[in-house]
């Protein structure tokens, strides 16, 4: 029985341990049946479905993966890797069923994919960087997220991400920047740029006392470092009652150069209007829908309010270098690849 699992050592149901030049191109859809554990497992006894672990070089590309258990792929202790072409689901109730996460990992590459599952869409987690999100469409799902980061008094560090070109749709948040009280190291040189929103609840979030079922109270008076980071031309819809833009930062550490340049938020809500929240950051600001007023040392350029532009094209996304071979494109339909074994009484 699933519920007998809570006793086993394993993970993950499938592990890529210590390869390099992998290459997985392909269609059909991975299904690891996670409703039967979803209720019936606590979530640090449920399995990964797919792991990368300390891997070189590697494409994954055109697969279709349901309802894990708990996140559908792990990218740990890797380089350069290239993710596409991909479509995640669970339903947006299922718990902890995040898309992608990554950690200890450099040069990841994630495009032209769809998430839509019950948790963050990606998660970029400790000791991070040079990172590329580009043309995914997230949602149902609680966004992409930097962290979270510092749990336990943590040393973590995250930087150089650029998400660009991405949607979120029916999402808890969208670009997203998480870490706990008490945690310490940083989150820097971070872009999130053409964005556009669909009914997202918190658009913009930076959150500095985030708790998650564990203990919240500070330690030491530290936090994660959250600096340089810009969100630039996000257009579309709040759903949210009141706060597009949370900037929630640690009063004894702050938040420095926070830019936000033409963002164009509306709300979903003819009659709601929308607000900013803001506190202990540096702020930026430049053609901005909603007013921002931080109550810490807050610039705002003095340049005259004008009509929100189109949206900017982005600058020409660099690829990383593909093998000799095109990967195919997925086929609309994909057979239903299942495992027996994963059919529980």
């Not at 979530?43 to 996140?71: H, L, W």
């Not at 150069?257 to 509306?266: K, L, Q, R, S």
Request: charged content about 15%; some cysteine; aromatic content about 8%.
């Amino acid at each position: 029985m699933v519920k007998g699992w809570g006793s086993k050592k394993s993970e993950y149901w499938l592990c890529f341990e210590k390869v390099t030049g992998l290459v997985l191109n392909g269609s059909g859809v991975l299904n690891t049946h996670g409703g039967n554990w979803w209720s019936s497992v606590e979530v640090y006894s449920r399995p990964e479905a797919v792991r990368f672990f300390a891997c070189n070089d590697i494409i994954y590309n055109g697969i279709t993966q349901m309802d894990s258990p708990k996140n559908h792929i792990s990218v740990l202790n890797c380089v350069n890797a290239t993710i596409s072409n991909l479509r995640l689901i669970a339903p947006a109730n299922s718990p902890n069923t995040d898309g992608i996460d990554i950690c200890l990992s450099h040069n990841i590459h994630i495009f032209d994919s769809s998430i839509e599952t019950g948790d963050d869409c990606v998660a970029i987690n400790g000791s991070s960087y040079d990172i590329n999100i580009t043309r995914v469409a997230c949602g149902p799902g609680h966004g992409i997220s930097i962290g979270s980061l510092g749990k336990g008094g943590a040393m973590d560090t995250v930087q150089n991400v650029n998400v660009r070109d991405c949607t979120f749709s029916g999402t808890a948040n969208g670009a997203r920047i998480k870490t706990w009280p008490g945690g310490r190291g940083f989150a820097k040189n971070i872009l999130y740029e053409n964005i556009t929103l669909i009914n997202a609840k918190f658009p913009i979030i930076i959150d500095q006392h985030y708790c998650d079922g564990g203990s919240c109270k500070p330690a030491g008076g530290t936090a994660v470092k959250v600096s340089d980071v810009t969100f630039k031309y996000f257009k579309g819809t709040c759903s949210g009652e009141s706060d597009a833009i949370k900037l929630d930062c640690d009063k004894n550490v702050g938040c420095d150069n926070i830019v936000m340049e033409h963002i164009n938020i509306t709300s979903s809500s003819p009659k709601t209007l929308l607000h900013a929240f803001c506190q202990f950051a540096h702020v930026i600001s430049r053609f901005v829908s909603i007013d921002i007023k931080c109550d810490a040392h807050d610039h705002k350029d003095p340049q005259p309010p004008s009509p929100f532009p189109a949206l900017a094209p982005s600058t020409p996304y660099a690829k990383p270098p593909s093998p000799d071979a095109q990967p195919p494109t997925p086929i609309a339909q994909p057979p239903l690849f299942s495992f027996p074994f994963l059919y529980f009484d």
